[in-house]
């Protein structure tokens, strides 16, 4: 028995030695003709599900592009392979396989992992190692203030989630004859930094378009309740009302509105989809606006995939699930790393970090064109109105698909 | 800066329009008898069995689940009140035999230990087995309007009311007039001498902590109809029950009600001219006052051998 143990012992040393002998070499990986990218992905542990989104969406792009003959670059025609592990949502973790990938695999080309979290702790190391990391599940503003180089996000920071419903606003008063300026702005949002975030972007909104702030509220985390906010928000009649709080906040602020009758023009939340408000809540969510990063009905088009239904069709297939956005990012952040490769003409790592750095694209997730922090500027962020039970997309105008419905009708009258 | 502007501008609101006093009052009040249901089996606990029952909020948390499985399955929530009634009897009764029975004459900080460890273990599974998720359930019923639609209350809190009220009133009667009643009210005096005129105190101790479990149940129904549930819910209602008992007292449940509701209310206020974050920082500011008041009443009687 023992010498059946020192036998394996001697087997895994061995492995290791052959591992550290071949694996850190100084020029990108590719074997033959398949560039390797790597990713930390959280395939068990609480991120599971969205995990598991992030990789489809990867294993879908790679599909698609190895279908249509690889990434062209210097002539030649490259097919991509993603070496994935699983982080198990731990942000200790995602850093340890992220220095495992890059030194022991010898990826030179990073995909994001799922959730801010991780992505916050796998920034660092990319950065440390100079290795061009192209995510699209790490929204919180703080990873773009921390001067990364090397760090792009396709889709919205959360600063951005709320402010096209100002905007919105805005364009309705004008819409009726009225100056944004007289408009009265509500805001109920939990005491986290991801509502935080959401707060400080419709605070920008709000001075940039000369509204007037009535009511501030910060809800506590462990508030199951908004009764005292509502009272306010009757009192005041602001002209919109905000409200952030993920899905729990989401739930609430239907709910709460709905059965005390609060009339107000515009309700805008965050999370709306996710807490599944229109399919629980009825009648209550009607007319509601919500915020996401994306949705199939939009009509962004790339060479890739065509329009987004289209996208959202083959992934169906393929998956047996209905694409959510954070597959759909996933996706659009590996045909940033496609696109920058052919316009390098090579897998150099400073050449492609600027491509990167340079890149205006357009795919059916949205137009990406990154700032020097390395966020996505171009891409608005979608609101849908609950319309008949349905999430209809209202915003931005040029993509929705739906009209909006504006102001709600009072609940007299519904 | 602007934090006392918008404090000073609610205050001017509730002069204006005096109606909305009595729209945060009814609302406070509503609020409060939920909290009084999860109040109530506390200092029931506390009383009979000197526990502090950390995994109350728990209770109410899975009585909530209760509900939105069997709404989901086409059952009226409405009448799975009892049905997450006698789930939560069931499973408070098997938590006695299995953990609670080992701590009850224990020192206090081992049964607080115990429950707390309750509490982790039901919050972990809830998650496991039902998911983070935020969930809801339809009563279907409106909402009543007073004063030309300025007051709206919605049936659904009414209706919670109502229960907590009957709830609390069976309660109260149960404990006074049956055979079981006496019994845990002559264990809660003294175990022993119960023990000794034959009450079996083992068996009073399941009775009350399921009990409370099944009241923290009904709560739960309750509330996953007025509001929401999910499986970090618990420790906004276990504090809460707390605060209510330490300031009410264990020996009446008459104040432990008034306390809920003078509770509920002052906390619906706190929100209106504070704004929200500093509302559950004022009820807690208010429990330190009522206690150091009570304390100064206390020190000023002269206390003697007789």
Redo the contacts between chains.
């Keep these: 028995m023992a010498k059946v143990v020192k036998t394996r012992a001697w087997a895994v040393l061995g492995a290791v030695a052959l591992v550290l002998a071949v694996g850190g070499p100084a020029s990108p990986k590719v074997e033959g003709d398949t560039i390797i990218l790597g990713a930390a992905v959280s395939l068990t542990g ?1 991120y599971s599900t969205n995990g598991k989104n992030t990789q489809d969406g990867y294993e879908l792009g790679v599909k698609r592009i190895n279908e249509m003959g690889g990434v062209r670059v210097g002539g030649k025609y490259y097919k991509i392979k993603v070496i994935y592990y699983d982080d198990e949502s731990t942000p200790a973790r995602g850093a340890q396989l992220a220095e495992r990938l890059i030194n022991q695999d010898g990826v030179k080309f990073m995909l994001g992992p799922y959730s801010s979290g991780l992505t916050k702790a796998i920034a660092p190391v990319t950065e440390k190692y100079r290795i061009p990391m192209v995510e699209g599940n790490g929204a919180d503003r703080a990873l773009f203030t921390q001067g990364y180089k090397y760090m792009f996000a396709v889709l919205s920071t959360s600063d951005q989630y709320l402010r096209e419903a100002m905007n919105l606003a805005a364009e309705q008063a004008q819409k009726q004859g009225k100056d944004p300026k007289t408009l009265k702005v509500a805001m ?1 949002f939990e ?1 986290d930094p991801f509502s935080m975030d959401v707060r400080d972007g419709v605070l920008e909104d709000v001075k940039r378009l000369g509204m007037k702030i ?7 985390p ?8 509502l ?2 928000v ?3 009649k602001p002209d919109i009302l905000v409200v952030s709080g993920h ?2 906040g989401a ?2 602020a239907v ?1 709460q509105v709905s ?3 609060v009339d107000v023009p515009m309700l805008a939340v965050t999370h709306c989809d996710s ?1 599944k408000v229109a399919e ?3 009648k209550a969510a009607e007319y509601a606006l919500c915020a996401s990063q994306w949705d199939r009905s939009l009509s962004y088009k790339d060479r890739w995939f065509g329009m987004a239904e289209e996208y959202a069709k083959v992934f169906e297939k393929e998956f047996r699930y209905d694409p959510p956005y954070q597959a759909a990012e996933s996706t659009a952040a590996l045909l940033v790393f496609v696109d920058a490769f052919e316009r390098a003409g090579s897998f150099d790592i400073e050449k492609v970090r600027e491509a990167i750095a340079a890149t205006d694209l357009m795919t059916f997730y949205g137009p990406v064109k990154f700032d020097a922090t390395g966020k996505n500027i171009a891409k608005p962020m979608v609101l849908y109105q609950v319309q008949d039970g349905k999430y209809k997309v209202v915003a931005p105008t040029k993509w929705a698909a739906a009209k909006l419905i504006h102001p709600i009708p009072p609940w ?1 009258k519904r | 800066m ?1 934090f006392f502007l ?1 404090m000073v ?2 205050l001017f ?1 509730l002069f204006n ?1 005096p109606i ?1 006093s009595a ?2 009052l009814v ?2 009040i509503l ?1 409060g008898a939920i909290f009084a249901l999860a109040a109530y089996g506390m200092a029931l606990v506390w009383g009979v069995m000197d526990i502090i029952n950390i995994a109350q909020g728990e209770f109410v948390m899975l009585g909530g689940y209760v509900t939105f499985f069997l709404a989901a399955a086409g059952v009226h929530p409405l009448y799975t009140v009892p049905a997450a009634a006698a789930a939560l009897y069931i499973l408070g009764w098997a938590l006695y035999r299995t953990v609670v029975f080992r701590v009850v004459d224990k020192d206090m900080f081992i049964s607080i230990l115990a429950t707390f460890g309750i509490s982790i273990v039901l919050q972990q599974l809830a998650n496991e087995l039902f998911e ?5 359930a ?1 009563s279907g019923l409106g ?1 009543l ?1 007073f004063a030309d ?1 300025l007051i ?1 209350v ?1 049936q ?2 009414v209706v919670a009311f109502i229960c907590a009220l009957v709830l609390g009133a069976t309660l109260f009667l149960f404990l006074k007039h049956s055979r079981l009643g006496r019994a845990i009210r002559a264990t809660a005096q003294n175990a022993r001498a119960a023990r000794i005129m034959g009450v079996n105190t083992d068996r009073v101790f399941a009775t009350t902590f399921a009990l409370n479990a099944a009241i923290c149940g009904a709560a739960g129904s309750l ?1 996953v109809m007025t ?2 549930v ?1 499986p970090y ?1 618990g ?2 209602y276990t504090l809460r029950a707390f605060m209510i008992v330490t300031v009410a007292g264990l020996g009446n449940m008459a104040s432990v009600v008034f306390a809920s509701l003078g509770l509920g209310a002052a ?6 001219l504070l ?3 500093y ?2 920082a004022f009820v807690f500011s208010l429990l330190v006052a009522i206690l150091v008041w009570r304390n100064a009443l206390l020190s000023r009687q002269r206390k003697y051998l007789k």
């Design positions: 609480k109920a005491n009535v009511i501030d509220d910060k809800l506590p462990e508030i199951n309740d908004m009764a005292a906010t009272t306010k009757k009192a005041v899905a729990r739930t609430m709910r059965d005390m009758k807490a629980t809540l009825g007299s | 602007l918008l501008d609610n609101l329009a909305l729209q945060l609302d406070g609020i983070a998720d935020v969930r809801t339809e909402s309007f639609g709206v919605s659904i809190k509330v509001w929401l999910h819910l420790l906004a906390e619906n206020f706190a929100g209106f704004g929200t974050e509302q559950a």
